[in-house]
């Protein structure tokens, strides 16, 4: 806002004393502007002191200037920023005029910028490009119809490479998103078009290009689902490369700890750790915020992939520390949410309880997922009367429409799975023990093998 009015007040930018006064006047509601202090007619008053009846065809056209000027204001601080951009429109200038010195001087400039640009990401290639571009422009006009001397000073084959590497990364981008919605709504996408990006691809991966590595990497585990370019990305991810964007990284993150969860609900115990091993790649280069939030699903699967892995210090540590940025609407229930399973994996089972039973989730999975935690406690804690009511409740989420058909799966092996197993606490049969240890193995989506099979261990141990 200090540096909008510094624009204003500048004569080159801003003309209007008016604008000044109306920016001054109305600056100190911003962010909302939400008072009737600065309503247009009394505005219009404080602008030409209170003598002038309001005319609001004055008014809206005040208004619209100060939003033409606030445009140019963007633009302006947008391209302060971007030396690139700015580099390039300054040569154009100059090429324009026909000065050719000073254009020259500016391309190589522009050069200099583009290979010393840390971030090797689209605005990279596409500047690369650029750059080919008004090299061949430059040198084709002072070679003047020297196709030799235009052949020794231009590099015709790094302008289709920068061309192709630009192409590729937004070709690799929205597949990408299209391959992650055809998986979830199970949809085919154009093979042969998927089969020509590849093959451009495998021109240029694996040859020292980091960024087009990890979108490679990221779409091919889109595409196929294969374990090779899980740990792959994994690896290429974590050498924290300073040429990889940040919206890169955090899209890699994302689809490496989607990856993990739909292995996880497979019954796959090896990707917990796995989750749990990115979630702290990602929590320490600040990768799991958005505009300094943290999504309440993030939060929770972290708290309860922790506890379920043992790495109850990390777990509580980061709960504790992220839980400002959660938010406010859900801040506490959430957070009631994650410390109850923090509390349960540390084996402190009543305060996990009394948690648990605080927590006000709106969001039926959440509640389904809350209600899987109760049971486990009560269990833990002998409360089998109360139990066996709750599981009789979870029963009823079985005919709910929104419950998708693999977590209706889980819930019912889950209702059934802990009936048998308070039924053989109560009264232990080796038979009966072998059956459901056959059964809970059998169950290849059960996110909760794990702890049930360490309450059989304990029941065959006792």
């Known amino acids: 806002m200090k540096a909008f009015e510094n624009f204003l007040l500048s004569p080159y930018f801003n003309q209007s ?18 008072s009737d202090r600065i309503k ?11 003598k ?7 008014m809206r056209e005040l208004i619209s200037d100060l939003f033409k000027q606030a445009r140019i ?9 971007d030396n690139l951009e700015a580099s390039m429109l300054r040569y154009q200038w100059l090429h324009a005029r026909q000065l ?32 080919d571009i008004k090299k061949f422009e430059f040198v084709t006009e002072q070679s003047q119809g020297s196709e030799d001397k235009l052949m020794q000073q231009f590099d015709f084959f790094a302008t289709v490479h920068s061309l192709n590497r630009e192409y590729l990364i937004n070709c690799l981008t929205i597949h990408i998103y299209l391959l992650t919605l055809s998986n979830i709504y199970k949809f085919t996408l154009d093979q042969p078009m998927l089969k020509q990006i590849e093959t451009l691809a495998l021109l240029y991966i694996n040859r020292g290009d980091i960024v087009l590595d990890l979108y490679f990497n990221i779409f091919k585990l889109a595409q196929t689902r294969e374990e090779a370019f899980f740990f792959e990305l994994k690896k290429r991810l974590f050498q924290k490369d300073r040429r990889v964007p940040l919206v890169l990284m955090h899209e890699a993150g994302i689809n490496l700890e989607n990856f993990c969860l739909g292995k996880i609900r497979l019954g796959e115990d090896k990707f917990t750790h796995e989750v749990m091993e990115i979630y702290r ?11 300094n939030s943290l999504s309440y699903i ?11 892995t043992g790495e109850i210090a990390w777990t509580d540590t980061f709960i504790e520390q992220n839980k400002k940025l959660l938010p406010e609407e859900y801040r506490d229930d959430v957070y009631a949410y994650a410390k109850a399973h923090v509390l349960f994996g540390g084996g402190n089972y009543k305060e996990a309880l009394k948690l648990s039973l605080s927590c006000n989730i709106p969001f039926f999975v959440v509640k389904i997922l809350l209600r899987n935690l109760v049971a ?29 058909e693999d977590r209706r799966q889980h819930l019912q092996t889950f209702i059934t799975m802990m009936r048998q197993l308070c039924e053989l606490k109560g009264n232990y049969n080796r038979p009966k023990l072998e059956e459901l240890s056959n059964k809970l193995e059998m169950h290849k989506g059960f996110a909760d093998k794990k702890w049930f099979r360490e309450k059989l261990m304990e029941i065959q141990k006792r």
């Open 298 to 308: 993030l939060y929770c699967n972290i708290a309860a992939r922790g506890a379920q």
């Open 73 to 81: 204001f963007i633009a302006h601080e947008q391209l302060r920023k």
């Open 100 to 131: 050719a010195k000073l254009s020259e001087a500016e391309i190589e400039q522009h050069r200099a910028l583009v290979d010393n640009h840390p971030v090797h990401d689209h605005h990279y290639y596409h500047h690369r490009r650029q750059q």
């Open 281 to 291: 790649f990602e929590a320490d280069n600040n990768l799991l915020t958005h505009n």
């Open 376 to 404: 486990r406690i009560q269990y833990e804690l002998d409360m089998l009367d109360e139990l066996q009511i709750l599981l009789r409740s979870m029963q009823h989420h079985l005919k709910d429409e929104k419950l998708t």
């Open 52 to 58: 002038a009846d309001y005319n609001d065809a004055t």
């Open 17 to 34: 004393t008016k604008l000044v006064r109306l920016f001054k006047l109305i600056e100190p509601y911003h962010p909302g502007f939400e």
């Open 40 to 50: 247009k007619e009394k505005i219009y008053k404080l602008l030409h002191g209170g």
